[in-house]
């Protein structure tokens, strides 16, 4: 249960569901284009189509043989019985199906333009034909007047199959015609509106098998929905209108009609015309949307499929390199930076992230090790100055006991005990000075330091140290360094002071300033052991020989740390008699330095 909750919270979950909806809704789109631009085709080609229609029509040898003053013409004959005009008679074909029904008329119009239909096909009628008499009696049972879903009830009724429905009309009868005034047929009556009948027609479904008639059907073939029932009822309006009937977009994509018509014939004696016209009935968006489904059920079923094979992709390409990323995120949150992986490879987004998971443990990694490596330093620090500390404590608690207990030269004892305060107090100032170098990870606010007249400056406060030694300098002019001077005096200082400290006696100090800057300090002194060279700037570290000297053993380290800041180096190395400490800029290694111009 956990997991389904976790999928349908999880990024390729909601990927999937996004990119599937995008895709319905593209679905949607194509679909109402493609539908609607089917429907639109129905309906541009409409007028064409009628006019196509009614040229084939027109050609027809039956229409040229009209003659009302002759009974040769069986169809001519039932028209001239039909002279009311009260029956509608029309052709319909299925010829354009699915996107057309087809409706032709055709009527006489006299002088005064009276239109009167010919009975060349029924409209709506329901045909009988009786074979138990001498000739065979066919009947049409007229039902002008009926509703579209009335007819659409007869129609699945009077199917044309082997079982015939028992029913009986009231109405007028004329030749083949039977126009209904009443129709019951299965106990529910349909009336047309028209009254006065006086014929009668009945059909049981019990009557002897060779006297059954042949099956009834509607007419005309191929109408069955009350739909199809009424378009063929509106085009008939239509016809009959004879003018153009203008409708909304909506209404013309719901149902529409084209119809073309044209003077087949002109009677002298009468004045009458004979005219054929073509109805085209469509439902356009209905059609379309017939015509279309099965290319949208195939987009609809590939939607699915395509959202699998996005959830395999995107599970490829980004949910399973996520969770690489997120297992390196936990291992870097363990504090474990060496096992930090992901796809640093790749050009997009994730790979951007890899990179700068990468930056970012391998950052978080050298600040580790700074940080173990600084409390490794204050650890050391603190034995070192809690060794510092002992001596000079425990030489003052010697002196306080002597003094206690009023043994030896009580004068001495106290000016060896201000000896060792001050030593003590030298030392918590330089342990002090070291904390506070520490804490600062770089300077702000530098300023351009004149080196060449701060250590002629330090030279002169320092004569006394120099007292009997042979001092050399060769100082170049208006050497700059950016930096912070009192720190740049103290580290240089402690240099110096240490030069003179660790000569030897009537030795030889030589001090040099160049541009760069580049500063040397030699002094005459025993070579220093080559393990020992790189300890000499370690926190309290004095060489064996220096023991007996006095000094805390911080000099060098805090002038090492104020020569950082300043992105200066200090290395010792020992030379022919003696031992130098240089100071420069720092080179970084990738960087070759220019030639000069």
């Known amino acids: ?141 007229d039902l002008q007047g009926l509703s579209a879903a009335e007819l659409s009830q007869l129609s699945g009724i009077f199917t044309g199959g082997p079982d015939s429905p028992a029913f009986s009309a009231v109405g007028t009868r004329s030749g083949p015609f039977f126009y209904v005034d009443t129709l019951t047929v299965n106990g529910h009556t349909y009336s047309t509106g028209r009254t006065g009948g006086a014929d009668t027609l009945s059909l049981s479904s019990t009557q002897e098998e060779q006297n059954a008639p042949v099956p009834c059907r509607m007419l005309p073939n191929g109408v069955h929905t009350q739909e199809e029932w009424e378009l063929m009822l509106g085009a008939t309006d239509w016809m009959l209108d004879r003018a153009p009937q203008f409708s909304s977009v909506w209404q013309n994509y719901r149902s529409c009609y084209f119809s073309a018509l044209t003077r087949i014939q002109h009677q002298s004696e009468t004045g009458a015309d004979v005219w054929l016209g073509v109805v085209l009935a469509s439902t356009p968006l209905k059609t379309a949307l017939q015509e279309q489904a099965p290319v949208l059920i195939r987009l609809l079923v590939l939607i699915p499929i395509l959202g699998i094979l996005f959830f395999g992709l995107i599970r490829r390409m980004v949910v399973l390199p996520l969770r690489k990323t997120q297992t390196a995120f936990q291992t870097v949150a363990a504090l474990d930076f060496s096992e930090v992986q992901g796809d640093v490879k790749r050009q997009d987004e994730i790979g951007e992230l890899n990179r700068s998971l990468q930056t970012m443990s391998g950052e978080l990694q050298r600040r580790w090790d700074d940080e173990r490596a600084l409390e490794r330093r204050r650890q050391e620090f603190v034995a070192a100055a809690s060794h510092e500390l002992k001596t000079p404590l425990a030489l003052m608690r010697g002196y306080t006991e002597g003094l206690e207990q009023d043994i030896g030269d009580r004068e001495q004892y106290l000016a060896g005990m201000e000896r060792e305060i001050d ?101 005459d002194a025993d070579p220093i052991p080559e393990e020992e060279l790189p300890r000499l700037f370690e926190l309290f570290y004095r060489g064996d020989k220096a023991r007996d000297r006095s000094g805390s053993g911080m000099g060098l380290a805090i002038a090492q740390r104020i020569f950082s800041l300043h992105h200066l180096s200090c290395t010792a190395e020992n030379i022919p008699g003696g031992v130098q400490f240089r100071l420069q800029k720092e080179v970084s290694p990738s960087v070759s330095p220019s030639p000069e111009t």
């Not at 052709?91 to 005064?112: G, H, I, K, N, V």
């Not at 050399?472 to 240089?492: H, Y």
Request: with cysteine; proline share 5%; aromatic share 8%.
């Open 1 to 141: 249960m956990r997991k389904q909750v976790r999928f349908v919270h999880s990024l390729s979950f909601k990927l999937v569901l996004t990119t599937v909806g995008m895709l319905l809704v593209l679905w949607l789109t194509v679909g109402s284009v493609l539908v609607l631009s089917t429907a639109q085709e129905i309906i541009d080609n409409g007028p064409s189509l009628a006019d196509s229609r009614l040229n084939l029509y027109r050609s027809d040898s039956y229409l040229q043989t009209f003659d009302p003053q002759t009974l040769d013409d069986s169809w001519v004959l039932e028209a001239q019985k039909a002279s009311s005009g009260s029956s509608l008679f029309l052709f319909y074909d299925m010829y354009d199906a699915p996107r057309y029904l087809q409706y032709a008329f055709t009527w006489t119009e006299d002088a005064s333009g009276t239109p009167e239909l010919l009975p060349v096909r029924m409209l709506s009628a329901v045909l009988y034909v009786n074979p138990s008499q001498a000739e065979p009696d066919v009947l049409f049972l």
């Open 423 to 523: 030593r003590m107090n030298a030392l918590v100032l330089d342990m002090l000075e070291e904390t506070r170098l520490e804490r600062i990870e770089q300077l702000q606010q530098l300023e351009t330091v004149n080196l060449s007249c701060l250590v002629k400056d330090l030279l002169d406060e320092m004569a006394p140290l120099f007292q009997g030694l042979n001092l050399s300098t060769q100082l170049e002019e208006n050497v700059t360094c950016p930096g912070n001077q009192p720190l740049l005096e103290r580290g240089i200082g402690n240099l110096l002071s240490n030069a003179a400290r660790y000569c030897t006696p009537g030795g030889q100090v030589r001090i040099t300033l160049t541009s760069g800057p580049v500063l040397t300090v030699e002094n």
